[in-house]
């Protein structure tokens, strides 16, 4: 059960990544990210939202270890930290806060506990 439910959260982030990578501005319009002058906010996009998150589940399903597992839960956890500060230093939309890092928490949860537990 624990491989099934590994799959799927790995699918899920490159899922999830594939919006930042394919439809960096309706992922930055549903994140309220503005564009600037330039095309760069697209760029980091596709690359820091997008192929990071796409190349990280792709790489835990094609290692199939583990260790590979929770190193994206640990991305996650990176992603709900984040979320925790800006909670109270920038105070974003509670809704959309709660949405986004409520996944993120639940993935790195999962993929910590059940691969290194």
């Known amino acids: 059960m624990i491989d099934i439910l590994n799959v799927i959260a790995a699918l899920v982030t490159v899922a ?10 309706y992922t930055a319009d549903t994140l309220d990210l503005a564009p600037t002058n330039s095309t760069m906010g697209l760029s980091e996009m596709r ?15 094609w290692l199939d270890a583990p260790l590979a597992y929770a190193m994206v839960g640990f991305a996650y956890a990176g992603a709900a930290a984040g979320r925790v500060v800006s909670l109270f230093v920038d105070k974003p939309p509670m809704k959309k806060l709660l949405v986004f890092g409520g996944i ?6 999962w993929l910590i506990a059940a691969n290194l537990g």
């Open 104 to 109: 993120e928490a639940t993935l790195a949860l």
């Open 16 to 25: 999830f990544g594939l919006f930042g990578f394919i439809a960096p501005r």
């Open 47 to 61: 690359a820091s939202v997008g192929g990071l998150f796409v190349v990280s589940g792709l790489a835990a399903i």
